[in-house]
Each structure stands twice: as structure tokens, then as C-alpha cells.
């Protein structure tokens, strides 16, 4: 008797664990990459490091979804593993600690009405349609609403909360926090968003380091010299601001426009003579048309730069986290990016042409992206012989190029589906680069760079 209560007790707890799994909708998608390249992974010399590299990469998102007014989701990331690598988990033993958690977040419709509100860790950016990602394109913990006024009309608030320590200190002036909204326009043929964002900054905010050991963030926000000195300024916090509308024309299809206008400023007070201020622009145009066989494009852009004095701050717009993709070697344009971002992930301080021929087809299943482009600094030269930016890369992420610096880039890439959900994706890039050495005093840069890369893309 014993026995048959315990089978029943289990067959219950069976049911009712099956039972409660059927209250939501489990789906998961992703991507698997593998990739080999080999590449000039930087303008110095000193820091070119290994060529080659072999890389693993899962990413893989999973939506809980009870209906259409709720659900969850999380993305996981497993890599970049590098082979070879025991931090990552790809050396003799596959047993490192390499698990990432990217997205955690409720999706939820307010009773009553339409407007969907995100809360939890989450993409955020603002749209750009003539350069991809130009302004903000990041991950971070924060909170989203939006929704549409009317069939035409839509709007999206969001507030970000990027940096925090949380520490023992209880320090008040460790935070950053930012506010945004995009005003999305659609009409037949026609979009356009205007856009506009806030942050309040402290100065001892700790940009993803140590104490004051401040990142690639704080240099796109900071003039040069200023991430090191931001922490002696005489306001405990700084104030930020960006504002821009981008437009895309498709009523005459298959020709396509597109334009981007952004500005921004950044004010963290001074400290002595030195104003912890930076505020610029940068405007777009991009156009192309789409034939049978191949889709021919034009883009351009400009982006202010400093002027010749340090100490009244920066000229350069200032950026939280963008991500340009125009390319696939200097910018972050790769199928699979671990041969690419040569140049940097922002357009500051640059101006610059690309033409390119896109979704090229004679063979069925293959395509090919060929890219010509040319880039030149809008920077002042007396930043450099002057002192205030000390190497190529002193500034952030980014090349810091002058007026006399610029640099020439080719990209032919090719993409094979070999299945419905399979890829194989070969890229080849150059680049030459010119600094001039009258400004910068030597040649420990590489003035040709290649690039080759192999990746195969399992897509579910």
C-alpha cells in the first residue's frame, strides 16, 4: 500500500510539475559562431600583439512568454572563447568560466492600454538610419516605455542607470544616470525620429574599472587629458546632453535616402584652467539603390573636432557607447567581430566618404559586399604637438587622427548559405594608414594593414 501511495504521490508531482510548465511558452533562438582570422589588429606597432586568433562564440536568447501582454526574457553569451585560451574555457580541458548573462527582462503591457514598459537588463539606442549605431548602442540595466499615440505617431522613454559601485563608501557622486526619448514619425515612404537624452554624471563615477581607473567610456565623454582629472573637479557632479533627428526617404523605391544630424555636451566643471567640457555635432548622408543583382550605396559624413586649445575643453561630440558598422575591418561592420574595429566604434573627431556595392548575387546561395571608403581627422595638429594627446589611441577606443592624418579602406566579403540556418562568411579587409610623422614625431605605426577571416554561423 506503501508503494502505490508513493507511485501516486510522484505521478502527482509529475503532472503538476507538467502542468505548471504549460502555463508559459518556452522559445529560444540564437546563434553559433566559430571563427579564424588573421589580422593587423592595431595602428602601433608596440601593441599589435598575435595575428592569428580561433574564436567560439554562443549566443543564446530565451523568451518566457505567458501571452501577448507578458513574458521574459534572457540572453546568454558563452565567449568569446579564444582557443588556446584557459581563462575562456578553450584550453586543454574546456573548463573555464566564460557564461555571460547580456539581456534579463520583463516585457509587460499596462492594463487597459498599449504602452509596453521593459524593465530589467536591456538594449538600449536611438536610431540613426544613414550610419548604423552613431550615436548610442549599448547594453544596461534600466527601465523602458513605449507605445504609439497613433497609427503615425510613436514614442519611447527610457532611463538607463550605467555605472553605480554600490560600495561600502555609500559615495554619492559614483553614479551615472541617463534619460532619453525617441519620437518615432512613419508615413508612407517616410520615417523620422527626433531624439534627445539627459545624464547626470558624478565625478568619482568608476567607468567599468577600478578606483578612477577610467575606460573607454570616460574618454568618449571627456576631452583629452580629462578622464584622469575628472575625479579634482570642483562640481561633484556634471551634467550631459544630446539632441538629433534622422529622416529615411523610401517613397521612391527602389532609391532610398537617408540623414542624421546629433549634437552633444558634456560639462564635468573645471579643475584650475582645464574646462572638463566637450561638445560637438556630426551630421550624415547616405543613399542607395537597389537593382536585381547588386544594391549600389554612397555615405558621408562630417563630425567636429578640437580646436587648437586644450584647456577651453573639447570640440569632439561626445559619446556614451556607439557602435558604428560601416565596415568590416576599421569599424564594427564583421559578420563575427574579432578582426575588426581597426579605426574605433565612433565617428568623433572624423569626416569621411565610403561607396560600397551590396548584396551582390550571380551564383544562387552567395553574396558578396565590396567597400571602398576614405577617412580624415577633423582635429586641430596642435593637439598633438602640443602634448595633450600622447599616442594614436590616448583618447579611448578610437584612432585619433589630425587634419594631416587619414586612412584608406577596402573590404570585399563574400557569405555562403550552405543551409536555410547555416553560413560560411570570408572577409577580407585593407587598410592603409598615413599619420603624419612632422606631428607625430615618429613611425611605430603600421601604415598597411591586412585582415582575413573565416567564420561559420549556425543561426536557430
Known amino acids: 500500500m506503501k508503494r502505490i501511495v ?8 509529475v503532472l503538476g510539475a507538467a502542468a505548471g510548465s504549460q502555463a508559459a511558452d518556452i522559445k529560444a533562438k540564437g546563434i553559433w559562431q566559430n571563427n579564424l582570422s588573421w589580422a593587423d589588429r592595431a595602428a602601433s606597432q608596440d601593441a599589435a600583439g598575435d595575428n592569428f586568433r580561433a574564436s567560439t562564440r554562443l549566443r543564446t536568447q530565451i523568451d518566457v512568454i505567458a501571452d501577448e501582454n507578458l ?61 548604423p549605431m552613431a550615436v548610442l548602442d549599448t547594453d544596461g540595466a534600466g527601465i523602458t516605455v513605449s507605445g504609439q499615440f497613433t497609427e503615425n505617431v510613436g514614442a519611447a522613454l527610457f532611463w538607463l542607470r550605467p555605472y553605480n559601485q554600490y560600495d561600502s563608501d555609500h559615495n554619492v557622486h559614483d553614479a551615472m544616470d541617463v534619460v532619453g526619448l525617441t519620437v518615432p514619425l512613419t508615413f508612407d515612404g517616410v520615417k523620422v525620429t527626433p531624439f534627445g537624452m539627459y545624464s547626470v554624471i558624478g565625478k568619482d563615477t568608476q567607468f567599468g574599472g577600478g578606483a578612477n581607473n577610467l575606460n573607454g567610456v570616460a574618454n568618449g565623454l571627456l576631452p583629452a587629458g580629462g578622464a584622469d582629472l575628472v575625479v579634482g573637479s570642483n562640481d561633484d557632479h556634471g551634467n550631459a546632453w544630446w539632441a538629433g533627428i534622422t529622416g529615411e526617404l523610401t517613397m521612391f523605391d527602389p532609391f532610398r535616402i537617408a540623414a542624421d544630424f546629433a ?15 566637450r561638445s560637438g555635432w556630426y551630421a550624415a548622408l547616405s543613399a542607395d539603390y537597389k537593382l536585381d543583382f547588386m544594391t549600389p550605396g554612397l555615405i558621408g559624413w562630417y563630425a567636429s573636432g578640437d580646436d587648437d586649445n586644450a584647456m577651453d575643453g573639447s570640440e569632439r561630440m561626445p559619446v556614451i557607447d556607439s557602435d558604428v558598422a560601416l565596415t568590416s575591418y576599421g569599424f564594427d561592420g564583421g559578420t563575427y567581430n574579432r578582426s575588426a574595429t581597426f579605426n574605433g566604434t565612433s565617428l568623433a573627431g572624423t569626416w569621411g566618404i565610403l561607396a560600397e556595392l551590396k548584396d551582390i548575387s550571380f551564383i544562387e546561395d552567395l553574396t558578396h559586399v565590396v567597400r571602398f571608403g576614405y577617412i580624415q581627422g577633423t582635429n586641430n595638429t596642435a593637439m598633438v604637438t602640443g602634448g595633450w594627446v ?71
Open 6 to 13: 508513493t507511485l501516486l504521490l510522484a505521478a502527482g508531482l
Open 71 to 131: 513574458k521574459g526574457v534572457v540572453f546568454f553569451e558563452i565567449g568569446h572563447q579564444n582557443w588556446g585560451e584557459k581563462a575562456s574555457g578553450a584550453a586543454l580541458g574546456n573548463d573555464g568560466k566564460e557564461v555571460k548573462v547580456r539581456y534579463s527582462y520583463v516585457d509587460w503591457v499596462i492594463p487597459q492600454t498599449s504602452a509596453q514598459v521593459r524593465v530589467g537588463l536591456q538594449p538600449f539606442g536611438v536610431p540613426t538610419f544613414a550610419v
Open 263 to 277: 549634437y552633444g555636451s558634456v560639462d564635468m566643471g573645471e579643475i584650475g584652467n582645464f574646462d572638463l567640457k
Open 390 to 460: 600622447g599616442g594614436m589611441t590616448d583618447v579611448g577606443n578610437d584612432l585619433y587622427l589630425t587634419t594631416k592624418d587619414g586612412m584608406w579602406e577596402v573590404n570585399i566579403d563574400s557569405q555562403y548559405q550552405i543551409y536555410k540556418d547555416l553560413s560560411l562568411c570570408v572577409e577580407l579587409g585593407y587598410i592603409n594608414l598615413d599619420y603624419d610623422e612632422s606631428i607625430w614625431g615618429n613611425d611605430t605605426y603600421n601604415e598597411n594593414n591586412f585582415k582575413a577571416a573565416m567564420s561559420l554561423n549556425y543561426k536557430f
